[in-house]
């Protein structure tokens, strides 16, 4: 079993910045991709990052590339999402998870085995 808990979430201006954290226990961290997501009220829960188990690769959805960066130290057990430039419509409940190893490209939910239980970040305008 694996929990991840995601802090950092909370209320900041547009053009603000904010740093996501998601701290896992349990069961295997490192040997596995981790991703980012984000559900906005009415809306699917849509990708946001994703980085690989070692750390090299990393994927950005394109509403958030440029302004958005992930990383992760496996020794901590922890995955981090660096947010910049934020805007309003960057208001979401974001999710940190873990990639199944059934994943290929990590870009969808189904791809993903241990979800946290969500932090919400709200950008005001």
């Known amino acids: 079993q694996v929990q991840l808990v995601e802090s950092g979430g909370g209320l900041v201006q547009a053009g603000g910045s904010l740093t996501l954290s998601c701290a896992a226990s349990?069961?295997?961290?490192?040997?596995?991709?981790m991703g980012w997501f984000r559900q906005a009220p009415g809306k699917e829960r849509e990708f946001v990052a994703a980085i690989s188990w070692i750390g090299d690769r990393t994927y950005y959805a394109d509403s958030v590339k440029g302004r958005f960066t992930i990383a992760r130290d496996n020794a901590k057990k922890t995955v981090i999402l660096q947010m910049s430039s934020l805007k309003p419509e960057d208001t979401a409940v974001y999710y940190c998870a873990r990639g199944s190893y059934l994943g290929v490209t990590y870009l969808h939910t189904h791809e993903y085995d241990y979800w946290g239980q969500g932090t919400q970040v709200t950008v005001s305008s």
């Open positions: 349990g069961r295997t961290f490192s040997g596995y991709a």
